[in-house]
């Protein structure tokens, strides 16, 4: 199994940034489709967004223009950028890692294989 640990979430005010750390395994990122999701109490799950093994991203529309992933192959860690935060966005956010059978490394089709345990992001108005 591939070991996620997400840190970096926290409580910020509308307007503001964050960033998300995932913690992986070796050579988890650079073999893998690795990605970011998020689930707001009361909402399904939702895919916020990708990156590959060669680090080509994709984003849900919403989050476009304000939230970078990336991955520090050095560090065997994925980040995410998150600017002009919205309190819409509080939510539960989750590392995951190595897509399953089927799909693809995309953000609307990308179904993962391992989880982290989550990190909150509470975004105040």
């Known amino acids: 199994a591939v070991q996620l640990v997400e840190s970096g979430g926290g409580s910020v005010q509308a307007g503001g940034s964050l960033r998300l750390s995932c913690a992986a395994p070796r050579n988890t990122i650079t073999r893998n489709c690795m990605g970011w999701f998020r689930h707001a109490p009361g909402k399904g799950r939702e895919g916020v967004a990708t990156i590959d093994y060669i680090g080509t991203s994709t984003y849900a529309d919403s989050v476009k223009g304000r939230f970078t992933i990336s991955g520090d192959n050095a560090k065997n860690t994925l980040n995410r950028q998150m600017n002009s935060l919205k309190a819409e966005e509080t939510a539960m956010y989750y590392c995951?890692?190595?897509?399953?059978?089927?799909?693809?490394?995309?953000?609307?089709?990308?179904?993962?294989?391992?989880w982290g345990q989550g990190t909150q992001v509470t975004v105040s108005s």
């Open positions: 995951a890692a190595v897509a399953s059978p089927g799909t693809y490394c995309r953000v609307h089709q990308f179904t993962a294989r391992y």
